[in-house]
């Protein structure tokens, strides 16, 4: 399957988004080692191979990135930019509804790790337009998401956690 | 004599209208001149849909994957009614698996209830609603051949479908509905998703921050109808901006009394049992039934496309 280019610098480009852009190239680099490592799934593929797939590219990262944490891809000071971005979003004139969006079927306290599986108990977060405008554009193997009240950073490919912004907003 | 027994008269009117065939909400829409087909008892299932020859015949289903009784007994509903209105294919409008994704869970939410349907080689367009993993994209049955937002021409008439993932609608996502819809030419142009831009429900409602998104480009270029789901309910909308929107959220899951009956935007709405929608598409006129889990039509109309000057 085809890869998006790397990401471009979204609006309020500044250091943060430049090293921030530089982490997501390598994590990529990586996720598509390996998952040319275990062969391209196809387009129309069975349930089988959707499952099997996704587990072996999953177990493989994981290996791959056994010293991951919190602030592995998201530095310090990209966790202060993107708690701008939503901050910003959230104050304006539609900040309840979006407030309200964002917590839509989005539980607050659901434990996660980074390199962890993203829980399959829990809906995908829906993201507001507003702030996937704000944040620097993502090849399509990657996703932002909120888990409760965290930023998280989802291999869609994987299913996996690459990393997350810790109180990205207040709940 | 199946057919004179149910139908009392076969005409037609030509503008959006609404009218109720049984209990559920109702607005009456501009006064047209209408028929009102007698319907049977709730066993039996009635349709008010013309069954043209070269027609392009089509469902909607939404919120289904539950795995669950309802489901299953809606499903016979869409087989019974496949044997008399041989629909080419189904759009699905997203949460189209809850809950975990193993294979077997495949097999008993998806594959084993429309199993009479896919062995008879009907269609499913899927779109992901906030329930389902990325990857269904990639699942040969949904046929979304990898894409999360994508389009195709249907197998009839001058109509083309367009998918959207509206539970990420990141700016290449937007620029691409935008663009495709502005190229497009055909006559029909039919937009779905899973959020709703307008539903009365309480539970979610009306998503005012994807509508002030999408709505002025669904309108700057002439898409006539707009499929959704999210909230599990069946709703038509009075006609916003000359389009006309369905909420078809419960296909499989039910929020029973969750719609707002006092709304002014509800043209119909279903919130006591489990619906699907079948339509039918021929020259400029569309015709529509919303089925539920007994077999009863729960609302039933035409509408025409709608004409970009």
Not at chain 1, 102 to 123: A, K, M, S
């Given at each position: 399957m085809a890869s998006q280019n790397a990401p471009t610098i979204g609006p309020g480009a500044n250091g943060a988004t430049v090293e921030f852009r530089k982490r997501v190239e390598d994590y990529l680099a990586l996720q598509q080692k390996l998952d040319k490592s275990i062969g391209e799934l196809p387009t129309e593929a069975s349930p089988q191979q959707l499952d099997a797939h996704q587990r072996a590219l999953g177990a493989l990262i994981q290996k791959a990135r056994p010293d991951a944490k919190v602030g592995t891809v998201f530095s310090p000071e990209m966790q202060a930019f993107v708690k701008q971005v939503i901050g910003n979003a959230l104050k304006g004139p539609a900040g309840g509804t979006l407030r309200a969006s964002?917590?839509?079927?989005?539980?607050?306290?659901?434990?996660?790790?980074?390199?962890?599986?993203?829980?399959?108990?829990?809906?995908?977060?829906?993201?507001?337009p507003d702030i996937l405008r704000?944040?620097?554009?993502?090849?399509?193997?990657?996703?932002?998401?909120?888990?409760?009240?965290?930023?998280?950073?989802?291999?869609?490919?994987?299913?996996?956690?690459?990393?997350?912004?810790?109180?990205?907003?207040?709940? | 004599m199946q057919r004179l027994k149910s139908f009392v008269c076969a005409a037609f009117v030509a503008i959006t209208l609404s009218w109720s065939s049984s209990a559920g909400y109702a607005r009456q829409a501009t006064a047209v001149r209408s028929a009102q087909p007698a319907t049977a008892t709730s066993a039996e299932q009635t349709t008010q849909l013309p069954n043209r020859a070269g027609s392009l015949k089509f469902a909607v289903l939404g919120d289904f994957g539950t795995g669950e009784q309802r489901q299953y007994q809606l499903a016979e509903q869409m087989v019974k009614l496949h044997e008399r209105f041989a629909f080419d294919m189904v759009i699905l409008v997203g949460d189209n698996l809850y809950g975990s994704e193993r294979p077997q869970d495949f097999r008993k939410k998806f594959e084993t209830p429309y199993k009479p349907l896919l062995d008879a080689n009907v269609k499913f367009y899927a779109s992901l609603g906030n329930h389902d993993a990325r990857e269904q994209r990639s699942y040969k049955l949904f046929n979304m051949e990898g894409k999360l937002y994508y389009d195709f021409k249907a197998p009839a008439q001058n109509v083309r479908f367009f998918a959207l993932e509206s539970t990420y609608p990141e700016p290449d996502q937007i620029k691409w509905i935008s663009d495709e819809l502005k190229?497009?030419?055909?006559?029909?142009?039919?937009?779905?998703?899973?959020?709703?831009?307008?539903?009365?429900?309480?539970?979610?409602?009306?998503d005012v921050r994807l509508r002030e998104t999408l709505e002025p480009i669904f309108v700057q270029n002439g898409v006539s109808v707009v499929f959704t789901g999210h909230d599990h309910v069946y709703e038509r909308i009075t006609p916003q901006k000359n389009i006309t929107y369905f909420v078809t959220g419960s296909g499989g899951k039910l929020a029973t009394g969750d719609l707002d009956t006092k709304s002014p935007i509800m043209a119909r709405g279903y919130d006591r049992d489990n619906v699907f929608l079948a339509a039918e598409i021929s020259g400029d006129e569309m015709w529509f039934n919303a089925i539920s889990r007994t077999g009863e039509t729960i609302d039933s109309g035409t509408l025409k496309r709608r004409e970009m000057k």
């Open positions: 964002i917590l839509d079927e989005n539980p607050v306290n659901t434990p996660i790790h980074v390199n962890g599986r993203y829980p399959d108990t829990i809906p995908m977060s829906t993201m507001p704000g944040l620097p554009e993502l090849p399509k193997e990657l996703e932002y998401r909120f888990v409760g009240d965290r930023l998280v950073l989802l291999d869609v490919r994987a299913h996996l956690i690459v990393d997350y912004v810790e109180d990205a907003f207040p709940v | 190229k497009s030419s055909d006559d029909w142009k039919i937009v779905f998703f899973h959020h709703p831009l307008y539903s009365t429900a309480n539970r979610h409602g009306s």
